[in-house]
């Protein structure tokens, strides 16, 4: 597709967005040589890493287009975002560290649960130990709590407190969830492939790129989640709902080129969390690195690479011809199937619109 000139506000987006990218999102001190082992509960926890900064939340993990407009929204009303959601004088936390550290540092899984409970489930303290993986969950971010607000910056925050207690081998640090929970694993995993190397979805996932799933995020994020994250699928044969949501996001990882994904179906199980020799089978699974096709990968990457540049030279045509109700359609569309991979060019496009006056709305 032709390259167009960038408005300087699409062009901002897209400098800011790429500063966010490169940052590094790492924590913030040396672990700490006595760190408590066993179970932890009602641990306070005061390191804010920059992954969690309200700033890199908003642009991992809204699409291009919806962030755009949350900017321009906060411009327009003079509002400031505080720089962290979360303030940790009123978090509390559960911990369970194996009593015996790998020779390369511990794994680490962060879970997000459904329940407002921070507790580690029923017998997977024995998993934890033979894996020499580190456990921690936060309170208050089940369901019912806000998705942007608090679960997601709780689930970093967690991890960049541990990984500043102890010594994780960020080759095994992980990001995963029951339920609802496990949704939220998902979108985390997708937006910070440089912070986790890989997701337990424990009976809850969804498609990218369409439905209530997310969207892809920027390139260089996307490219390492299809070549690097090992996405491990674990329902109960007893849970058909859920099967079926599992079967319409392994489809979705396919169509998007995801490499290392697989599933693991534990017979006479319902809608339940993982039994600790499931726990032990995922674990294991997510410590093999994922197969990798450098060439299936490319010519995957072309095929809807393609797709999406004809629907922006298309949202640029209507544009041009003055149909500014259609290309606003088709843009939100774009937005919601490429997501960061069709940024600038849709923000650009959705900035030309309103410069020109036009009718759409973004």
Same mark, same amino acid.
């Given at each position: ?9 699409? #062009?901002?987006?897209?400098?800011? &967005?790429?500063? &966010? ?5 790492? !924590? ?25 900064? $309200? ?15 949350? $900017?321009?929204?906060? !411009? ?88 500043s207690r102890y010594t994780v081998d960020p080759r095994r640090v992980w990001i995963?969830?029951?339920? +609802? ?9 997708? #937006? ?12 809850? #996932?969804?498609?990218? +790129? ?18 690097? $994250?090992? &996405?491990?699928?674990? $329902? ?45 089978? !995922? ?56 997501? +960061?991979?069709? !940024? ?12 020109? +006056? ?5």
């Amino acid at each position: 597709m032709a390259r167009r000139a960038k408005s300087s506000s699409a #062009a901002g987006w897209g400098l800011a &967005l790429a500063a &966010l990218i490169a940052a590094a999102p790492a !924590a913030s001190q040396p672990p700490a040589a006595s760190a408590p082992k066993g179970l932890q509960q009602d641990i306070a926890f005061s390191v804010y890493p920059l992954a969690s900064d $309200t700033s890199v939340i908003l642009k991992r993990l809204l699409t291009p287009l919806a962030a755009d407009a949350m $900017t321009r929204k906060l !411009a327009a009303t003079g509002r400031v975002l505080p720089r962290q959601a979360i303030d940790l004088k009123n978090e509390r936390f559960t911990v369970y560290v194996p009593p015996a550290e790998p020779a390369k540092g511990y794994g680490l899984l962060v879970f997000v649960p459904p329940w407002r409970e921070a507790y580690v489930p029923r017998g997977w303290s024995e998993a934890l130990d033979k894996a020499g993986v580190i456990f921690v969950t936060a309170a208050r971010s089940g369901n019912d709590a806000n998705v942007i607000d608090r679960r997601e910056p709780l689930a970093l925050i967690a991890w960049a407190n541990i990984a500043s207690r102890y010594t994780v081998d960020p080759r095994r640090v992980w990001i995963g969830g029951f339920s +609802g929970g496990s949704r939220v694993a998902l979108r985390l995993a997708l #937006a910070y492939p440089d912070v986790f190397a890989g997701a337990l979805m424990n009976a809850g #996932a969804d498609p990218i +790129g369409r439905g209530d799933g997310p969207a892809p995020p920027p390139k260089p994020l996307f490219d390492r989640f299809q070549a690097e $994250t090992h &996405l491990v699928y674990v $329902t109960g044969a007893e849970d058909p709902n859920h099967i079926r949501m599992d079967a319409d996001s392994l489809a979705s990882m396919r169509d998007w080129c995801v490499q290392g994904v697989e599933q693991q179906i534990v017979p006479n199980k319902t809608h339940d969390e993982a039994s600790p020799l499931a726990l032990a089978k !995922a674990l294991a699974a997510l410590d093999r690195p994922p197969p990798r096709d450098e060439a299936k990968l490319a010519a995957c990457q072309a095929k809807y690479g393609r797709e999406m540049d004809e629907r922006l030279a298309r949202a640029a045509a209507l544009k041009a011809a003055g149909k500014d109700g259609e290309a606003h359609r088709l843009l939100v569309e774009i937005d919601r199937r490429f997501g +960061g991979l069709a !940024a600038p060019q849709s923000v650009d496009l959705a900035t030309q619109a309103r410069s020109d +006056g036009g009718k759409a709305v973004f």
